[in-house]
């Protein structure tokens, strides 16, 4: 019936010929491929941590300037005036009110006029004379609890050093009978405002690597999904004797050793420059960092299967997944100062479990024994989703016409 | 008599209540070259991913090489190759890379693939070309390695959606001459284009209209039957919508 009907040849390679295994191991060659040859991301990808901590540790950290200072004197006397030019004097201070009560405080602090306030008592001067304690209250304002600790420190060393003057000086003018000598005299009494546990103050590393494992991890992933998407070789991969689960296998895996290779820039960093300590085990550390790693690539993927260009997938992983792990992980935020809603919404953020995992092994030490609960919730997520896309993958291509 | 390479059977697929491909019933033969016509819209590229497995019909059913496109998809993959209309090779891959991954995807073992790496390289005149990435290569150049890629396991039957898009009259007339070649190994090539210079160039042709099949054979018969000059005419008539419709 047609001209050139010679049917009789075999097909080449029979079917069931198809081997599994060198097609993945020749499709992860390819991916590693991608990501070797396209040096200028590849540099952003090793060097970003790098950046990142550097920059979370010296400017987050960073020394405090001048602090504004409000002094409150009820009834100002020989020793509140004495310390106040002490304060005044030691430079770090800037004293933007005298005030005769505490009442205007509050406003003063709400409005930043003030970041700190030293209180006395009326009759401090009177006290001190007497040997009794004479209370300074020093109130800071902690809304950056690195900051707030900071400026705690500077108050209470100038009032501590005050004391000791004091003290050096009391034998001299000879001790009452029956005090002891250089009792207490001044006690320095320390609140902090807004933040008055100091949650996440030094904790940044924690965040840090789940903020950069959720970018290299879930952004790579679905964009490098989302590519062959777009040039067409994912119809062709689709084609293929491939199977859905190949693909994404080979797609997520070298990211997984990039992922890993982040957490090893970040740990060490920190250690190096920082000196933040591993306390628990640091080999629990790194399999719970493969865990989280498995999760954000699975959302990766999620999103590569849910939309057909690069654009859109790098939006949803900016929008979706980092806002979120900056703002409801407790990475910037403490969960415990969150709107209940919100505090609820944060169930389902991957780091917000996987912090409390890193907390606890890097800054508590503690083991896998008290970590259970965070872990199978990490992992429940990763199968899920992983679970959810590999059928969306299976369902094929959207149909076009 | 061998079963046909390819057999639809009232394949049809519905997009809610749109029907994208309406029962289209047509057979291939073996190493016949089958032009798949028809306006943009008209159903094509739906038809083509249901038979390559890359979407599941609604109703009615279709075998390629002899395997049901519904049932045994694995074996259908392993039968056939597949070019699509954007290019689909690897543009930061070279052209040695792409040719082994796509080897080793369809089964084939390093000693094969080198054999047919050398033989494809030769054919196209490629020789000095293999370390080269494949993004640096012309478009035609490209394409012609795509076809030889989606030819590199022998498959039985190989699927090609608009493969000259944007190339060059030149280099098309070399893309039909590997398209021959291949179909003179014994496969068949089922192949959509929007040039019908180069319908004229298939064994048959079939068009369609609105997701059925409004005209099926030979170029020759087709004008015969119709009363038009050229393939040309009669796309135009069969394909534009109004009473001038057959």
Redesign the interface.
Known sequence: ?????????A???G?????GS??L???L??EA??LL??RRTLAILLLMPLVQVLLFGFVVRTEVGRIRLAVVEPAPDVATRALRHRLAAAGRFDVVAVLRSDRALPRLFASGRAQQAVVFPAGFADRLAGGEPAPVLIVTDATDPNTGSVMRAHATTVVRRYEQELRARRPATGDPPGRSPGGAAVLAETRMRFNPTLASAHLFVPGLVAFVLTIVSALMASVSLTREKE???M????????RPWQIVVGKVLPYLALGFANVLTVLLAARVVFGVPVRGSVALLLAECLLFIATSLALGVLIATRTSSQRVALTASLMGLMMPTLMLSGFIFPLESLPAPLRALSAVVPARWFLLVVRGIMLKGVGIGHLWDETLVLAGMTALLLGVSARRLDV??P??? | M?PPAVEARALT?R?GAFT?VDAITFDV?????FGFLGAN?A?K??AM?ML?????PTSGGARV?G?DVARAA??V????G????????????TVR?NV?????????RGREIADRLARLLDRLGFAHLAGERVGRLPLGWKQKLALSVALL????VV?LDEPTGGVDPVTRRQFWELI?EA????TTVFVTTHYMDEAEYC??VSIMVDGRIAALGTPAELTARFDVASMDELFVRLARPGPGAA
């Open positions: 019936m047609t001209p050139r009907a010679s049917a009789d040849r097909a080449g390679p079917p069931g010929s198809g081997h060198g097609a191991s020749a499709f060659r390819k491929r991608h040859r396209d040039t067409g070789t119809e062709v991969l689709l084609v293929s004797p491939l094929r291509l149909g076009g016409r | 061998t697929r997009f994208a033969a073996p190493g016949e070259v819209g159903g590229t739906t991913r390559t497995g890359l979407l599941a090489a395997f694995d074996q993959k392993r039968s056939i597949y070019m699509s209309q954007r290019f689909s090779l690897y543009e930061d891959l890379e082994g991954l796509y080897g080793r995807v369809y089964g084939l396991h022998e498959p039985r699927f021959y179909a003179a190994g014994g064994d048959r």
